[in-house]
């Protein structure tokens, strides 16, 4: 093949990707599982709101209709999420929620998972939902966490596995679809125009990124806003021919590259690329653009739901249910089912820097298996 032809460097990336991958999956047995921490909303959510007096809850059927015990976890997935199918690629067990009773001896080591249903950079955003885990009290869990595990294994252990620990934060979704966007005239739309509230949102977030810092994180996986106005939830509401919502994905289109440059600028602050951007619109257009080219019959039309696409309402026994979960691209209004979360996940694990930057998490797990923090 012409090596100044551009398909051929692009078959070297891939070759080269799914080297680094085999070379760590070869070299991951020999070494202890990572501690894996994880924050955010319901994308990332594993069961904390199932303690909280909220509605923002799944913890009934037909939630975990695919899950290994095919119960309803507190997942807003058909079967696993995000969070799970990472700590399974990367040989970890399953993170708790921090609220479960189970989480506590030897399995605080493992790491916990802090997310809640519902939250989002603001303090504002989900106050319909009541009782919720907003990110600075996930943040103060984190803390507690550490004074537990502390008194488990010493302080010095304690930092060490904070440190050499991988991180997941997945934000900002909400705060376009349960606050500014949630009603007309909505009071932060009146406050600030889009690009304004943007601005200010990326100034929220960098106390919130800076603060995982402070509390030792040093590889934290930073997810980017998804295609929010392509959701069923968004299409039932406001599109007349399936089209995505032109002011939510604007929305997207400007925060996702203030996000980025935030992490830039905090790794360049740091000195270390401590901050990974994971490129969430990218990962999840590829099938919703094109779903038939991933496995897909839909991405327009929810798997779980009632009305316009299954996007009115929530999730029940009394919504429509699709037979064969793997071949929709939603599972319910908002979330990903268990099959698009496989594809998300396989971005994370060997996507070009289109995807993840400055690495991905294949070459993370390799480069950080030889360095000492």
Not at 12 to 27: D, G, P, V, Y
Not at 62 to 83: K, M, Q, V
Not at 302 to 308: E, L, T, V
Request: with cysteine; glycine share 8%; net charge negative.
């Amino acid at each position: 093949m012409d090596q100044n032809n551009p398909s051929f460097f692009f078959m070297s990336s891939i070759f080269i990707c799914h080297l680094i991958f085999f070379t760590w999956t070869i070299l991951a047995p020999q070494a202890e599982a990572r501690p894996f921490f994880v924050f955010g909303d319901s994308l990332v959510d594993n069961g904390n709101n199932n303690y909280l007096l909220t509605s923002a809850r799944a913890d009934s059927p037909p939630y975990g209709i695919d899950y290994p015990t095919h119960r309803a976890t507190g997942r807003f997935s058909n079967g696993l999420n995000i969070p799970d199918i990472i700590s399974e690629r990367i040989g970890s067990e399953p993170t708790l929620p921090y609220l479960s009773p189970e989480l506590n001896g030897e399995r605080l080591l493992v790491g916990a998972n802090f997310a809640s249903a519902g939250i989002g950079i603001l303090n504002d955003t989900g106050i319909q939902f009541v009782n919720i885990i907003r990110i600075f009290q996930q943040l103060q869990y984190f803390e507690q966490y550490q004074q537990r595990v502390s008194a488990l294994i010493g302080e010095e252990q304690a930092e060490r596995l904070v440190n050499e620990a991988l991180i997941l934060i997945t934000l900002g979704g909400n705060d376009f679809v349960n606050n500014y966007f949630l009603v007309p005239f909505s009071a932060r739309s009146r406050q600030f125009t889009l690009p304004d509230y943007v601005v200010y949102l990326i100034s929220e977030y960098r106390k919130i990124l800076l603060r995982l810092y402070e509390l030792g994180g040093r590889r934290i996986l930073v997810t980017g806003t998804g295609p929010i106005g392509c959701a069923p939830a968004e299409l039932a509401q406001r599109s007349r021919n399936g089209e995505c919502s032109p002011d939510l994905n604007q929305a997207t289109d400007l925060f996702n590259p203030q996000l980025v440059q935030l992490l830039n600028n905090l790794n360049t602050q740091i000195g270390s690329n401590v901050y990974i951007s994971a490129n969430a619109f990218a990962m999840n257009m590829d099938f919703i653009s094109d779903p038939q080219a991933y496995g897909f019959v839909t991405s327009k039309v929810a798997c779980c739901g009632q009305g316009p696409y299954n996007g009115l309402g929530l999730c029940t026994p009394l919504s429509n249910l699709c037979p064969n979960r793997d071949l929709y691209a939603f599972w319910d209004p908002f979330h990903p089912s268990e099959r698009a979360n496989r594809l998300i996940v396989d971005r994370f694990m060997l996507g070009s820097n289109q995807y993840m930057n400055p690495m991905n998490l294949s070459t993370i797990m390799l480069l950080d298996s030889t360095t000492t923090y």
